[in-house]
């Protein structure tokens, strides 16, 4: 049975009140570190309800299933099943079996998965932001119907292919085409490659972005695997990553790929389609990349604090490694200030493409340097993966680059201030 | 007559929405180089019409004399007066001719001042958090009365002494004592030296603090120049400052200056005091030197578009260019927002010392860092004082070193996070 | 039979100049970006002649293992027979099979090893340096006689036991150690462990330092496995490592190993020992992290260059890539000719520990530093261990915090530059 | 009388070895944070006895003038005579009345002379390496022989005339036309407009470069102020410039300048000519800005020892504090190493023009980013100039930015590592 985020937060705050409930009414609030400029002040109860949940599942459930994931490369499907149930999965979409919470509650339990690892993000983000998302933006009423409960429930796996292999930051250049098919009327014919598309191994649906031949125009189309006569799609899984290892990552080749004119988005052209998909994918980005530099944070904390080196100080007194804190922790701060008001503009309708590639840019920057300084306080002891901030350092290298590399980003940016684009 | 910047933006409010106050209620947001994350939707009509006003007079009455003033170091006193009129003084004081606004509005008004010059803004600074906010907060009934109309107005001039020649960001040591008076009784006689004290060569109130012999504590004293015997008060000015030079700076020289039992603040002792003033003048440089720096990226942008190099493209069509101006634009729009979030919890009593430390700290030296990078924009025409970028630089580097070295506020912050202090 | 890389290089020196050797005879250089500072004109023709015999073999004959090692943590002993063979194992050691070349020559192997692997170079330098330099430099005649020919060969490998679970940075705190043997006269009994110790699983000769139960003082041990009674020395693999992992790590775990008072080096007392033998180890450091960077330039570089997007541009002609391969190939340029310097100052009995210090930490920082920003350069593809360069980052970010981590190595320097120590 | 370098040099040579002369004979080095990585071992003893005879003149000499000079952009013009009696100007010229030395011994007298002052050392760049170096390059035997040993002497001031207003980075696109002159046969007429000239004030040579109107091709004449008739040449001075305020900085404007043809250099067309003057400029400039950022570690480190806070002790014992001065060591150290090596290369014909655009960007990039570093150790007294090191940031800033700002040179760099220009 269906147990929504909305439900469970309801329910909690009919309950008189938690201590964490309580905690913003009175003044004033002594400094915490874990919270360093009281953006819990800026949530509603429910909102506050909601990130506890999923804290509470992502560090009993999910946490002690993320080493050997990492180290074996090995997703547990079973994962999206559990977020389906608790109501994470695209959670922002009214109806169809969702939560339709806001933005920035959505925001927060990405943050809470994303402190665990950004490998199980990117799988949930997937799923998500790039699928559910573009279905319910894009999709018919029918397509929604088909999909959407499913892909909520984590039943229906679905994937999001965009990128090529000779194209990565110039999606407009793809190859992959859907031509007439040759011998089933109202069908298309697609082929062509993806790669490094999450989840694609293990889909059921995937929706592909491909040139229109008669009109050259981007169309999205939703591939159903079963559907597929043998030989026309495979999706072999890339192994040996050197982050994210606890995501199942893979291509898509399409030969000949037959798809029902009725799986196509009847009304978006060009890169408008996925570019909305991916700027909700980006903004997920923003708030999980803090959750992840948070978790950096608390690590480094406590090995500092038990750490002793010198007359059995901890090395916790030394000036450059309180520096390092303090630098990580100001960023995270800010981090979340700027994603939420993102969060809140953008359900209001008033969140400008750009904003979110500055939120995505800065917080997946910050949350990497970051990351990468604190893991210097573990000295030799932070090659074991033991201490987790090494894998949370790999990890946000890729999510650097991934759905719009930094500098990318920068020039999106740069253009929008300039007016002039850059990209040569 | 006193003309309160809420009187004015009462008015405004009066008036039919103008284009500036409507712009938000439409959706969705084109982005804004000058407001990227939308940080204006935060503000109530009433702080944006502070915030217009302030701009106004700072742009129209300002700008035209920093130039002249900063080769020169050479501060106009008419400033103040200038400021009190619109109601810029202690603006978040309730009372005593003071305009009562939020401390974002106020805010809003140190942005304004320092994108003209941080020197500027520290006169002012000085006169409103240090001097005014002191007496405010722990002054007598008596003192405030007596004071704070004149200082609000801008016609008595307000210092604050506190840093010591051999004791900079370690107060606590400070040498300057008040002894009983050896002839006049009831008075104190004070004697020590402060420096690096902004505006201490034209103040009439001077607000030190010393030791008081009886108990060794700090407590507060407000020194009126007009009522010291010749010989026992020297402020003799420090010329041949490299940055801040559009700002008057000075010492104090207490040799025995007596003063009156009921000029110290009765019920505060140790560096509380102190510090209280110090929080309310680092929250507005928080807001300030983000006024800078957005003044850096407006006027770098602007070059960026005019100069043309190679084959007659402006150099904002080059990748490291627009790189220099997504990252300072990024930082601005994220310390507004961390400024902003702090001054609504100053308002309801949430504001932990160490968040301002916080944005502080990290406000300045983003700033700075920014600053330095859009300087080289200019090439070798930032050497030219007429591009005002290099005395933002020169400036935002005082700003860095004052009110808490960034250093010490690390400091302060490892303290908070870890529970250990590192001050050695 | 063994072939010295001295040997070899004579050969080529008889021959007529090859085009490498005639190079620096004439003017002027055009620029190379794989020495773009003109290094090789202050190498020796002999030194020339090792490097380029050191290229060809780690190229063809390591490069092609390293893949398949680092993804299972399989290190290839083999490897050391190889470089065994060819001299590069105590190369600079003078006698006993070794090739007695110039410190220079030998930091020209290390380079080259690095270019392929840290892991493999960490191997290398413990087996040359930290092993057979500590026997070499402290040892009896006996057992520089015993061992030294057959670590020459590779065929008896060593291992450096000196980090202990609790004490990283601060060795001085250790709390290993020997005591008269209980029942064996002539002997000491050593208990104690030792964590992150390179090769130690496969070792034969162990270098252990332990404090000595009689004075407190640290001496320095050679155990030899082989004649360890069963249960007295367990030397467990450390797995699941995130860096290095084409290297062998472990513990020591000694529990009252018996070891013969001849086996004590007899005049070393203190940290003189081991700091002595680690010196030599960061020396070689400074030049393969170096080796490793360049790796990283060649490979963003060639992927720059074949990599288009946009229009058909080679992604080599941004900006924003040109930028970070100047920044690394200057780096590179700058950190061999420091590591050139010391080396050459260290053959002639003039480098001072500090200095060793100052290119082992910046030579670690920059090689890291550059290395993660040439990552950018593939985007999404980086995530692919086939590229290498991620695997270089990992390994990088190791040689970052052991042999001295770079802040402990700041406070050294520190301490040299002030007179005044901050380690608290 | 001519008292040159070497003259001295020679005397100090036959005098039994000073303290500094013996110093490199006898190991071990002590490390000497003056210099880290023991560069002195690689000069000769006449270049030893040269940088100190440099030293002692800018120490005693120099020094005591410069913040006058600063305070109030006043360049004393005697400086360049004094210069000139020590043999310092033109000083790797061989006759003439120059002092014939290497190009190792110009940089120890460059980095002598930047340690004092950048605005100095911008005075005599000028001066020896663009005016007289390309008058030694491409003049004539006549034009030689008429200027260089006034110049040599610092009785004649020589100017470099080539940016132009609207053209910096990219002097290719000059507007500065020579045509036949209208009246005068065997005479140019040179017109156009040249700004950010060191020296042109108060120059009686000035070096211009210009196009020939008949070919289109740059060419340089040598225009004599004495000789231009009234009207024809303007050199108004640029004041309030804020860095190398010690420097006299100025335009050069000519309307119709006759100019008469045995003035232009016969051979050099094209920016072959001004690049090649550029280049020895730019080599010097390397080892300038390490003699300023060598007179910052001195100047932070003193303060630091002296400077006390927290219960008295130096605040050199900081770890903050003790980072910064390993970080600026470090590159002072390496920065001198590169420099001397490329001078050795350049005497020996192996330098390639990139180099040069190496050492320049990274010498200056790295002597800025240092000093503003250990400004911050200076904290709120680092505002008074009488601590020298805002006169020092100010000015490293200028350097970076001219011959060559760091982005462009980072361009050169990245076009000769890729074969590809992003120039755009």
Redesign the interface.
Known sequence: MFRSVTARAARRVAQPPSVAARR?LH?????D?KD????S??YTEEELAIAETAEDYCQERMLPRV?EAY?NENYDQKILEEMGELGFLGATIKGYGCAGVSSVASGLITRAVERVDSGYRSGMSVQSSLAMGGIEEFGTEEQKEKFLPGMAKGKIVGCFGL?EP?????PG?MESVAKPHPTKKGYYSLSGSKT?ITNSPIAEVLLVWAKLQETGKIRGFLVERSKCPPGTLETPK?D?????RASI?GMIQMDEVPVAHEMMFPHVEGLRGPFSCLNSARYGIAWGTIGALEDCVARA?EY??ER????G??I????????K???A??DA???I??AH??G??KD????????IS??K??NCDRALVNA?IL??I?????????YHI??H??NL??T???EG???I???I????????????
Do not use: C
């Open positions: 913003h003044a004033p609030l002594a400094f570190w360093p400029l009281g953006a002040n800026l080493l180290r990128t000779n194209h990565g930051s110039d250049s490094w890339l040996n990553k050197n982050g994210l990552t904390r500092a604090l002793k080196q010198f007359k100080n901890p916790a007194k030394y000036q450059l490694v309180q520096k804190l303090a630098d922790t100001t701060a800010y981090g200030l700027a008001q993102v809140r503009l209001e309708g008033k969140a400008a493409p750009e904003m500055m939120i840019r800065q990468r893991q210097e573990f000295g030799g002891n932070a090659v074991s993966d033991e090494g894998r350092v790999a290298f890729v650097q680059t991934y590399q930094s500098d980003h920068s020039l940016l740069g253009r929008a201030i300039t007016g002039v684009q850059a990209f040569v």
